[in-house]
């Protein structure tokens, strides 16, 4: 009786060594090919003068790009997507096809005169997407935030940061009373950036998962 129980561990233990096997593959497969699409598509972002621009070559690699997104202190550097479905590119990569990586991308809803533009993106361990943002918590006062779009270079100043749970209202693109929704965000920042919020009209949010996706680490700034 005890002979089988253990050949039935040793099965299982072999088992779960050869998944873990196959995860790690893919996880190193799927880490790889977010590195070499970023390496193929960073000659389209063009620099003159500290302006930068996109190459409308960019639309015919993935044709949902609506611009460029690039953080202080962090390593996000990537075009950004939009698409009238926010579940797709949380599991496709810039090639469109599957990849838990997902990529960066604006609110499907979210249109550029609103008053919060939101953006999501993963929170990868290898540090890909979304995986440094955890830098902003280490109060780095003067980071700030470029969205080239629509021919224009967008900077907004970090004034908040903050974890949250995943069915907060911080995600809504227009507010009734935004200047006291502005306050808010900054008093729930655990770091004080210190920021006049007086005349803001825009922000940026951006919003990716915390504590095995059970909650968000979120990122306010405002437009300059």
């Known amino acids: 009786m005890k002979s089988k129980i253990f050949t039935i561990l040793k099965v299982v233990f072999v088992i779960l060594i050869v998944l873990s096997c196959i995860n790690i593959y893919k996880w190193y ?9 970023v390496s193929n598509v960073s000659t389209y972002l063009n620099v003159e003068d500290e302006v930068y621009s996109i190459d409308d070559e960019i639309l015919k ?9 690039k953080v202080d ?5 990537y075009p950004v997507v939009k698409t009238n479905d926010n579940k797709f590119y949380l599991n496709h990569d810039y090639d469109k096809n599957k990849n838990s990586a997902g990529w960066i991308f604006m609110d ?9 533009i939101v953006i999501y993106g993963h929170h990868r361990r290898d540090g890909s997407m979304f995986g440094t943002i955890d830098n902003l918590f280490k109060n780095h006062d003067d980071s700030k935030i470029l969205l080239v779009i629509n021919g224009e270079n967008r900077y907004y100043q970090i004034f908040s940061v ?4 995943t069915n907060d209202y911080y995600t809504n693109k227009n507010f009734d009373d935004f200047d006291k929704t502005l306050e808010e965000f900054k008093n729930r920042s655990i ?3 210190k920021k006049d919020l007086s005349n803001v009209e825009q922000i940026i949010t951006l919003s990716t998962c915390s504590n095995d996706n059970k909650g968000r680490l979120v990122i306010h700034a405002y437009k300059l």
């Open 29 to 37: 497969k799927e880490n790889k090919k977010v590195k070499d699409i």
């Open 61 to 69: 690699y993935n044709s949902d790009t609506i611009g460029w997104l």
């Open 73 to 77: 202190n962090t390593k996000i550097d």
């Open 108 to 116: 499907s809803n979210n249109e550029l005169d609103d008053q919060n």
């Open 162 to 165: 903050y974890k949250t749970g």
């Open 191 to 193: 770091y004080d950036y």
